[in-house]
Each structure stands twice: as C-alpha cells, then as structure tokens.
C-alpha cells in the first residue's frame, strides 16, 4: 500500500517542461514518453489515502472500544483515596461519651456525653453550632445501645430504668429566595445561622440541615435495685406505632428481653406504652459482660464475656426461648476487644487482643450439633497491624466497618472483599478515643476523643465491595452455608449484599455455546458434506443460499419462537424428544441400508430428487414414530415420568446411561469390527452380486446394532450397579426454560454460519484430489471421508471456532430461552445465565459509574476478551490451512 | 442414463492395423459416441485395446482422447448433460449397463492424473488408500502392498526410509511415480494414464517411461499424450484422433513411420497439430 506512489510519480517532469529538454544532446534520439496520465495518478494516490484512513480508523475505533471499556472496569480495582483531613477539639471536653453521629452529607456531628451535654458543630470546620443539655435525670447512665443508624438510642441507668431518645437529622432543599440572611460562613461553601447548616447544591438549591434529639420518659424495666450493666435495641415499625425490643443484662447476669409497644392515638395525640418483659434462661457461669448484641429482627441475641465466650439465644420462639448455643470467639487467654454486628445483622465481627479480627455468620446446617441446628462459623479472617482492635463502627450502606487499633492507626474495611478502604495513622493514643463514627456514605471517618479532639477524615472509594477475589473467586457471602461463586446484584432488602462473581456467566456462556455446539456441529458438517460433495451442483446453487438464508433470521426471533412454542413444546414431549436423538440416526441408516436392496437400475433412475423425498419421508416417518412411542418408552425407561425421574423419585440409573453410552458403544462396535471382522465384508467386485451383498450388509449392520444395543445395556447395569448415576451431574431437575430449548434455538442460529464456512472449505479441496480418490475405486462417502474432510480439516475447524464465537456472544435467544438462573450446573435440563444475557438485562437498571454498571462492563471486557480468543485461535488455522491448501 | 441415441449411419472411416496381444483384447470400444450437452465429443470411436499391451491416445489438443479416456473408468459421469451412445466393454460386460457397479469397475481400472495428486498424507497412506477403502486393515498386508506397489512404480530406493512422510514432501517426478504405485497398489487389470508426464520435466519424464515399459505386460495401459516421441517410444498400439474421430488405430511403429492416413501423416510429421 505504501509504496503505490510508484518512484515514476517523484521523477515526473513538470507537465509544461519540454520533453526533450531531459534528453540532453541534441544528437540523441527522442526518447520515448510513456506516462501514466495526472488524473489516474491523483485517483491512485486518493484512493490509497481514503483506505489507509479508513483502515486505521477501524483499528482505531477498535482499540477505543477495548480502552473504553478498560477504563470503565479499572475503578473497580482501585481503593481509596483520602480526600481532606481534618483535626479540631470541641469547646467542651466529651469525658464519658455517650454517642457521636454524623449527617449522610458530612455536614452536622454531635457529641453526647454521660452527663447529657450534648454539641452539635459543622463537621467540616468543627465550629460549635449548638451547645445544650439532654435531662438525663439523677441516676448515672450505666449502659447505651441504639439502632445501626444511629436515630433510635437507648439509655440504661442504674436504677433499672431506660430512656429511649430520637435522634434526627433533617435536611430541606431551599430554593435561594428562602434562603434566609444573615447567615454566618463556615468554609467549604457552607453557611449557618447558628443552628441549621445551609449548603449549596448543584441547581442553585440550598440544603438546610437541622439536627434535633428528643430524650423520652423513663420506663422502668427491670428491679429498680439492679444496675443495667449492658443493653442491645432494635426498633420497628413506623413512628406512630413502633416496636422497640431491647435486651438487657443486669450486674447479676440476668439477661431479659423487654418489647415495648407504643401506640399513638390520632385523635387526641395520646401516646400508650406497653412494657413486654420476657426473663431469658440463665447464663451457664457468671460473666463479665463485654457486650449485648439482637439482630435487626430480634430473632437472635448473643451476649459475649470479656474472655471470648458468647452466648447465643435463639428468640424465634418468645414463648420458650432457648439458650442455644455457647461458642468461643477468642483462643484462650486473648480477651474480646470489638463486637458488633455488619449491616443486616448477619456478619458478626469480632475483634480480640491477640491482634485477630474476625467475621463470623450464624449458619444452619444439618451436621450442627446445637438446639436448633445453628451455629456460628467462622467465616474468615482480615490481616490485623499485630496490635488489637478496639473500636468499631459498622456501615449503614453495605459491609464495610472502621476501627481504630493499638497504635491509634484508624482503617475502614469491606468485610466481604476484604479490601482496605482507608488507612489513617491518627497519631493519637488508644486510650483517648471514645467515639468512632463512620458516614452513611462510607466517604468519611470521624473519631472522638476524651478531651474533646476530634479527628475527620473524608475519603473516596467508589467500589468497596469489589476486588479480582469476588469478580473470579470464590466467596463466603453471608447466608450460605459454604463459599461459593453466586451472582445476584439486586434484592428485595435494604440490606442485601450485591453478589457480583462473573463465573456463573462465564460458565453459563459457555454451557450454552457447548450444548449448541453439540447440537449444530454434526448436523451443519454432515449438511455441508452432503452438500458440497453428495448434491447435484444445480441443487447446491438452492440449498446453499437458502441455509445463508437462515443465518438472516433475526435471532430475537428464534428465542422468543424457543421461549414460547418450543420449550412447551420439548416439555410436553420430552421423552420423544429423546427418544428422537436415537430414533432419527437409527431410521436414515436403515434407510440407507434398505436403500441398498434396490436393483442397481433402479437406484441409479431415482438418485435425484425421489431419493431426497426418500430421506424426508423417513425423517418424517421417524419422527412420528418417536412421537408415537414417546409415552411407551417414558414408561419403559423412567416409569411414566421423567421428571419424576430426574428429581430421583423414581426409577433406576441405568435406562438413563444406556441412552448416554449408545453412541459410544456404537463406536467402539464399527471401530472392532473394522479391527477384527474386515474379512467379513466381501470385496465387492462385481454387478450381479449386487443384492446378496446388499442384503449381507444389511444383515451385518442389523448384527451391530443388536451388539451395539447389547453392550451399551451392559455396560449400563455395570455403571449403575457400581453407583454411577447421570443424575445430578449431566441431567437434573427440569425447567421449562432449559439448555436443551437454548440448544435448539441457538444450534438453529449456528447452524447456517458453520455450514457455509465448512461448505466453502470443503469446496475448496482441489477437484483433482477427489478424482484421486474416485479414480480408485472409492465411494463419494469414503472420499468425503478419508480425502476431502481430513484435507478440510483446519477450514472446517475454524468454522466451528468461528461458530462458537457466534455462540457465546448470542445474546437474545439466550435472554428469552435461558431461564437467565445464574448456577454452575452442567445439567441440560436446567437454565442457565449467559454474560451477554446479564448485561442485556441488568444495564437499563444500573445506576451510571456504579458498582453494578461497571462490574456489567467487565462483563463485556470478558466477553470481548472470549469471542477475540475464539475467533483469534480460528483465524490462525485457517490460515495455516490457506498455506496448506496452495501446496495442494 | 440417457437412452442410447441414433448412430449416425456414416460407417467410420477409420483406418485399422492394430498389434494383437497374445491374450487377445481386454476392451472393445464400439461405436462409441459421447455429447457434452448438445455439444457432441466422440463420433462413432470403435477400438479393441489389447491386453497387456501399451496404447498410446495421441492427437492435437480438444481431439478428445482424455474423454475417451476418462470413459473408461466412467469418471465422466458427474458431468451434467452428459450423453452416450454405443458400447464400452471390459471383457466382454458393458461398463454402461444399468447394473454395474460403477465403484467396482474403478476399482478394475487404475487411474494416473495429468498433475501429480497424491493425497495430503503419508507417502504409505497414499499407496494403501485403494485397499484400505476395500476395507482391508490387515497390517502385513498393507505393509506388503507398500512395498510391491513402491517397487513396482521404481520408488521403493528412495522413499523406503520415509514412507511415514508426507507425500507433498516428494519432487514433481517422485509424486507422479507414487499414484503410479496407487494406482497399481489395488492390483487393477487396466491402467489409464492421462498425460502423465505433462507437468514433469525430462528427467522424470525418462523415469516414468522407464516405468511404463517395465509394466508392459503385467498390466494394461492406455496412455494419453501429446507427445508423440513419448508415444513412439513407449506404446505398441497408438490410435490417433482428430476432432473426436479417431483417425487411425494400429502398430505405432507403422503409425510413425508409414502412417496410412494422410491426416495421420500431416500430423506425426508436424504440419499441424
């Protein structure tokens, strides 16, 4: 392509130079002028610019593609960065501090201390807006609990009382007009008016954020003589009428359950509490007590001692509950540090002051020897700095948690992906910290401590909860009884986990690209067999078009024809169908074989079109009979019901395995009878012995099927009596929306592009290669097989490549026929969920740049990533077949 | 088939003096007539060839000797629109009768191909290919027919240390020599040669004449060439056609030397052709 502005084109003359003027002497022979003219020059040198522009542009349209979609999946991987640190101390020291929180935005904190001070500051600047003083009352506050967002406490004082208070942020968006004047700034594009925050937004909006805590009357729960030594609360339902539980445990270790139900009357505002007070079955020992912890729906409460022991009780039941369980947490000696639940109140994280810090999940197995099967597990552990963990904030939105160590160090952690978030030296000693808040958004840290210093840190991590470990590995999500590979990014909770492992797409791309290609490849080679080497070349020039044709039929198409008239279809018929898959191969032989008997005159007058109606009319005439024989031979292999059959209700192993094993014991029989028995075919030599031979053939191929038939049902009882079974592995339970319905569709869409690949390469054998093997003596099937398709080998191989590539990037047949169930099961019966099934449907839902969005676009990568491989390893063999094929 | 067409009344105005074998003719050609379409190939082409002995097919180009060739082994018969007349018969059975085997008379008559075609497989494959699709999987023999095969197309020397290399491996010359051995491996009573030594050049040329000659006599062969000192040289009987006529059928020694046909004459002596 470079080289086209040939050297003649640089050499050129000026158009106006005289000609002779280059020729020198005036004695020298005119040479002569032969050029090429200026306009085909300027078209050659256009055109040669025009493609190598074009050329580049798809390569570089290409390569843009793969960056963009590189740069859309690398965020995945990165972890965090640290936006702004910011240090202060509040005007009043926190002493013994109650509690700490901060606003979804980072704008407002307060701080509560044991004696009801209670300060709220702008969390950015950490100017006091606000200074007051709850009225706690006279008894000291001996224990605090509150829900995980921090708007619901609960105070426990020592005269066995509680003190349930609200806490509240409250933001309005305000348009400026009703902005009100006077406001005070506060740095960062915040302003105050001495009690509320204003800030600006995108859209000339304000955001006013107002911060309100409401402490209630006391309500006694317990002896008035005992102290509340440690409480855990959850709350439910709305305002007007909440259930709150609590638990508490008391100086001598009696553990109670009270349930308080507040009823407000819409009427007259009156406001009704019913104290519910349940005294659980006692502790086995006498405990120091580090912590009380009741899951969100107050099914479970786990009390823990200093030492590590925790104490489950299980409350499904209120009327009898139950101690169930007595674990260790904490090898001995080491004694518990931090003890909280994650979000969802299913991970428990415990920390301890050997340096560990773990994630246990209250699993229910049937193997668990505990009152009521369940237990909790260690589920997995994160590398501590050495030193203990003490404090531990878990987040509102997902599964990350801050801490703060020994050495003062503070991290945020995703429990699931274990990736570090954050990483903070703060510099300041364990002991002064009393508070560690983590924001609503896991974008920020804030840390109290005792004199009132506090420490803010905003940081950055756009995906916690992904690293290469959950995309490709296996995860203990919580839950689930083992680590597994599970892909489900939404659910019906807040307080879901997104489980976003790509290997059940990976692997269900490739489930339906095998099962389709286990479909397609023999009928689309053996059509392009019959085609290039078997049809008359008029019937060709009609077969081969109408085949490209089907490659048109748009594939949304064949899925929802598969989706809702097929899959019914296989489901009503399924055991036809299977028997079909022996039936049909079985029907063309003996045709074939009958076929043979004719008369040689006869054959050779209905070669053409009646011998193709022939072999449609046995098609037809086979596929009838399956159908006529479906229920008998349901009945006969799956007694009456296959699906009662694959779910293992009912029936052998063996029926099943004969079906499996017929093909290959078809093979080994013709692979020993071509060994051992080649004597027992005749030479065939001559006409008249045509019959004799074809009937002796006949008779020989009847004797292999018998044999084939006999040793597949041996070898069936053998497997089935040594415990094989396909059950459970290869087939299974059935669902409508199945691999073998994918199967079909998809084979269907493979079909026309395989046969016209391996037709052209199959064509391409040199003719002069088959006259070879016809001049001697072969058969059109012998030279097809033995000359045309080993010489087609690499062609045919790539169209199969090429095919799959096809395959396992078809997206809509898949979407409609698949089912889109995300599980590694090589069962056919079952569904299954492609990588390109996944993104058609689940892009319209992702939010833009979020976790969900760019995990989908690493999906494409890895699609891309396949199909490039596929068609890459195609593309070389036949190019290794093209500089074979011109030494041919 | 189509049905057998009207002969043209005109007897052949061929001129015959052809060699007798001494086991007397193995195929008789009668009033052979062959049409591409409505194009007709071969008029009346009536012929005994002789067992055992080398004919030579000679005449200038599109005269139709590789049709009539090719008519022997029937490998015309994918040819759309093709349509015959008269009779070809191998000892005494018609090859065109509705109930031979066509697969059977190929297999009776070895075919050697203008250009080289050994198939893309070992040099041993190669020469077993026609009786392995006979269905013998015998080893001994198989190994057996390699060897005679090899050594009667006089290649055995030079391949017997490579015979699990690929036949694509040998020179233009060599290949040849190799269908020659396939050809023979299946032990045929008739081998066809179209052209054999068109796409080699002398020195190999020589060796397959060399071939030929030594074959004389264990098998039937029928050679098309055009070229003539290859025909002398070689043959015993030479028919020469023109224009899908065969002109005269006889010794070649007296076809060369004392043609009886004037067109004949013009051609072996170069005035056209």
């Keep these: 392509m470079k080289d086209t502005p040939s050297p003649a084109t640089s050499q050129l003359p000026p158009a106006d130079a005289p000609p002779a003027a280059a020729a020198g002497g005036p004695a020298a022979r005119r040479p002569r002028e032969k050029r090429a003219r200026r306009t085909v020059l300027l078209a050659d040198r256009i055109a040669d610019r025009v493609i190598t522009v074009g050329g580049i542009l798809v390569i570089v349209a290409v390569l843009g593609i793969l960056v963009f979609l590189v740069t859309e999946t690398l965020p995945l991987f990165r972890s965090g960065q640290m936006t702004g640190e910011r240090r202060y101390t509040l005007p009043e020291p926190a002493g013994q501090t109650l509690g700490l929180g901060l606003d979804e935005y980072k704008t407002l904190a307060y701080a509560l201390s044991a004696d009801g001070r209670l300060q709220v500051f702008h969390a950015r600047s950490g100017r006091l807006l606000t200074s007051g003083r709850l009225d706690l009352g006279s008894a000291p506050v001996t224990a605090q609990a ?80 005992r102290a509340i030594a440690a409480m855990a609360y959850t709350a439910s339902g709305q305002a007007e009428r909440s259930v709150r539980t609590l638990a508490t445990v008391d100086g001598d270790d009696r553990v109670a359950l009270i349930q308080t139900a507040s009823r407000t009357n819409l009427m007259t505002g009156e406001r009704r509490t019913t104290v519910n007070r349940i005294q659980l079955p006692p502790l086995p020992a006498p405990i120091e007590v580090f912590g009380v912890r009741l899951t969100a729906k107050a099914d479970t409460l786990l009390v823990a001692d200093r030492s590590g022991a925790v104490f489950r009780y299980n409350l499904t039941d209120l009327q009898h509950p139950v101690l169930a369980e007595s674990a260790r947490v904490m090898p001995p000696r080491a004694r518990l540090t931090a003890f909280d639940f994650l979000l969802g109140s299913r991970s428990l994280l415990v920390a301890g002051s050997n340096g560990a810090l773990a994630l246990y999940f209250l699993l229910e197995r049937n193997d668990f020897r505990t009152v009521d099967g369940q237990s909790l597990v260690q589920a997995r552990t994160f590398t501590a700095g050495g030193t203990a963990v003490h404090f531990f904030a878990p987040s509102l939105r997902d599964k990350s948690f801050a801490t703060i160590d020994g050495t003062g160090r503070l991290e945020v952690r995703h429990g699931t992906s274990r990736k570090q978030l954050a990483d903070f030296p703060t510099g300041l000693p364990l002991e002064g910290f009393r508070e560690l808040v983590l924001a609503p958004r896991v974008d920020g840290v804030m840390a109290l401590q005792a004199d009132g210093r506090v420490v803010f840190y905003e940081f950055d991590v756009p995906h916690p909860e992904t690293t290469f470990a959950t995309l490709f590995q296996k995860v203990w999500y919580e839950g ?70 089907m490659a048109s039929l748009p ?119 071509q060994r051992f028995l080649a004597g027992l075919r005749q030479r065939p030599a001559g006409g008249l012995e045509a019959l004799p031979r074809a009937l002796g053939e006949l008779g020989l191929w009847l004797l292999r099927a018998a044999l084939t038939f006999l040793l ?177 | 088939m189509p049905d057998t067409p009207q002969v043209s009344p005109d007897p052949p105005d061929t001129v015959y003096h052809p060699m007798t074998g001494a086991e007397g003719s193995i195929i008789e050609i009668e009033r052979f007539n062959l049409w591409y379409g409505d194009k007709q190939a071969l008029f009346d082409n009536s012929i005994d060839i002789q067992m055992g002995l080398v ?121 040849q020599r190799l269908c020659i051995a396939r050809a023979i491996a299946a032990d045929p009573d008739v081998l066809l040669m179209d052209e054999p030594c068109s796409a080699l050049d002398p020195l190999a040329t020589a060796k397959i004449e060399d071939l030929i000659d030594e074959l004389r006599g264990r098998y039937t062969i029928v050679i098309v060439t055009h070229n003539m000192q290859q025909a002398a040289r070689v043959s015993d009987n030479t028919a020469f056609m023109y224009l899908g006529r065969i002109v005269e059928y006889g010794k070649t020694k007296t076809v060369f030397t004392t043609p009886r046909s004037r067109r004949t004459e013009d051609y072996v002596t170069g005035r056209f052709g």
């Design chain 1, 146 to 225: 509150h829900t995980i967002d921090r708007t619901q406490w609960a105070f426990g004082f020592a005269d066995g009382t509680v003190r349930f208070a609200d806490a509240r942020f409250e933001t309005t968006i305000l348009s400026p007009q009703d902005l009100p004047t006077g406001l005070t700034p506060l740095g960062d594009g915040d302003a105050t008016d001495g009690h509320a925050v204003f800030s600006a937004i995108p859209g000339d909006q304000y955001r006013q954020v107002t911060f309100r805590m409401e402490l209630e009357a006391p309500v006694a729960v317990g002896d008035a003589q």
């Design chain 1, 480 to 549: 689930y009884a083992e680590p597994g590979y599970t892909w489900q990014s939404s659910a019906a909770t807040d307080d879901y986990e997104a489980k976003l492992s790509l290997v059940p797409l990976i692997f269900g791309s490739f489930k339906a690209a095998f099962y389709s290609m286990l479909f397609a490849v023999p009928i689309a080679i053996l059509g392009a067999v019959y085609t290039s080497e078997f049809v008359h070349r008029r019937l060709r020039g009609v077969i081969k078009p109408t085949m490209e044709m």
């Design chain 1, 555 to 673: 594939s949304v198409v064949l899925g929802f024809v598969a989706a809702l008239v097929l899959a019914p279809v296989v489901e009503t018929w399924i055991a036809a169908v299977l028997l079909a898959f022996v039936g049909l191969p079985l029907a063309l032989m003996l045709g074939a074989y009958l076929w043979q008997l004719l008369p040689l005159h006869l054959a050779n007058r209905l070669k053409g079109i009646p011998k193709f109606a022939l072999m449609l009319l046995s098609v037809l005439l086979a596929a009838w009979a399956t159908r006529a024989l479906g229920p008998f031979f349901e009945e006969l292999f799956f007694h009456g019901d296959f699906r009662a059959w694959l779910n293992g209700d009912v029936g052998g192993a063996a029926p099943f395995l004969f079906l499996l094993l017929l093909p290959l014991c078809a093979l080994a029989v013709s692979i020993l009878q």
């Design chain 1, 712 to 888: 597949a049902a041996g070898l069936a009882h053998l497997l089935a009596a040594l415990g094989a079974d396909a059950r459970g592995g290869l087939v299974g339970t059935y669902v409508q929306r199945n691999t073998l319905v994918v199967g079909f569709a998809m084979g269907f869409a493979v079909i026309p592009i395989i046969y016209t690949i391996a037709e052209d390469a199959l064509n391409a054998v040199p003719e002069h290669l088959r006259a070879a093997s016809l001049g001697c003596g072969a058969t059109l099937w012998q030279t097809a097989l033995y000359v045309v398709l080993p010489t087609a080998a690499s062609g045919v191989f790539s169209a199969v490549m090429i095919g799959m590539g096809r395959a396992v990037g078809e997206t809509m047949i898949v979407v409609m026929a698949a089912g889109n169930t995300p599980i590694l099961d090589w069962n056919i019966f079952n569904g299954l969920r492609a990588l390109s099934a996944t993104i058609a449907v689940e892009l319209p839902e992702a939010v833009k740049d979020g976790t969900l969005y760019r995990v989908l676009f690493l999906a494409g990568l890895v699609l891309f990533a396949m199909t490039f491989v596929i068609n890459t390893v195609a593309e070389i063999v036949r190019q290794r077949f093209r500089r074979r094929a011109t030494q041919l």
């Design chain 2, 55 to 175: 004919t030579a097919l000679i005449g200038p180009s599109g005269c139709g000797k590789s049709t009539l060739l090719r008519s022997l082994n029937r490998m015309n018969d994918l040819i759309d629109g093709l349509r015959l007349g008269g009779a070809i018969r191998l000892d005494g059975a018609d090859i065109y009768h509705r109930d031979i085997d066509v697969i059977g008379l190929r297999k009776r008559m070895g075919m050697v191909f203008q250009k080289p075609n050994p198939f893309p497989m070992s040099i041993a494959d190669n020469v077993t290919y026609p009786i392995k699709v006979d269905g013998v999987r015998d080893r001994r023999v198989l190994q057996e027919t390699v060897e005679r095969a090899l050594k009667a197309a006089a290649l055995w020397e030079e391949v017997k240390d490579r015979l699990r290399d690929s036949a694509l491996g040998l020179s233009g010359g060599q290949q």
